[in-house]
């Protein structure tokens, strides 16, 4: 398919601090734009100006969240060239959420080239500061044009690019965690394996519940028993317990993480023993209370890994290794980033270059 392309006219300023980048909050010159119905399959390729959709009030999206989305990020290393971070898997997974919400797949390599295309035409907008990245946000959504609920007729994918700030501007601060009881995020069955938008719509309560006692995000419990470990916020979640990695294994209301992945696949190629099991709450808490829990980190693409500092739960607050960044974190930090901004070797084929 040929990608048509309508140039940005009047292009926006780059923001010229990119110390105040933050996250999502500016976006580049361009996007891409795709349509798909059921008789012509996906059409209309484009790269156009970045600008506002105009969408017929019934769509699909607006009523029953018939969306999904990805996030990953371009970095720009040192000699100039800009990287995806295994961007193959990214597109693997929005296929895996395309099917679970009844919306069409993409062809995986077509995806990945029209991304290259749209990055290569907003390349000034890669910042070029330490920790600094492009964040991509590809996502779809379901616009039919009348109100049934049913199988969806006429979809749009979309890219946008948002240049983002470091992730740790501040340098990595173990942040403070509370164990979440009541609400859910996820349900086998449901839809906690899709990255599709309301998994984050109904997550929102819980975090600010969260946030107004001093926690920056909640651990979320299975959404039957209450009892087992799942995530971390909109990260996965893993610990160092006796001495061993471990992490909840994929149960169908996890979302399978890249990061993830990649660390599970860095620890094994390096010999280390890396767990992916049923974790209880019990287990977990018996672990701070006695000083086992040597480590926990949450992991994601905006992050890497985050270290948790405290664990709250029932009204008692856990500290861990002191509150301090544990050695496998921080190795697993300079191990990834190093990849990511071509610092360190890439013996997994991690990187893609767009070129
Ligand atoms: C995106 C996401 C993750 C992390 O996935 P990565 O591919 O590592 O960025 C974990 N949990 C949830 C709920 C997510 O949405």
Known sequence: ???????????????????????????????????????????????????NLSIHPASTVLHYGSEIFEGMKAYRWADGRIVLFRPQENFARMNRSAVRMGLPELDPDFALRSLKELIKIDADWVPHGVGTSLYIRPFMIGDDEHLGVHSVQHVRYLVILSPSGSYYAAGINPVDIMIEDADVRAVRGGTGEAK??????????????????????????????????????????????????????????????????????????????????????????????DGTLEEAWGCGTAAVVSPVGHLAYEGKVYEINGAKIGPVTQHLYDELTGIQWGKRPDPFNWIVPVE
């Open 1 to 51: 398919m040929d990608i048509q392309i309508i140039r940005n006219a009047s292009p926006a300023a780059k923001p010229a601090d990119e110390g105040k980048l933050g996250f999502g909050r500016i976006f580049t010159d361009h996007m891409f734009t795709m349509e798909w119905d059921r008789e012509k399959g996906w059409h209309d390729a484009k790269i156009e100006p970045f600008g």
């Open 196 to 289: 599709c938008g309301g998994n984050y719509g109904a997550s929102v309560r819980a975090g600010e519940r969260a946030e107004q006692k001093g926690y920056a995000q909640v651990l979320w419990l299975d959404g039957v028993e209450r009892k087992y470990i799942e995530e971390v916020g909109s990260m996965n979640i893993m610990f160092k317990i006796k001495g061993k990695v471990c992490t909840p294994v994929l149960n169908g209301s996890i979302l399978p993480g890249i990061t993830r992945k990649s660390i599970l696949e860095l620890l094994r190629s390096e010999g280390v023993e890396a767990e992916e099991r049923r974790i209880s709450l019990a287990e977990l808490i018996d672990a701070a209370q």
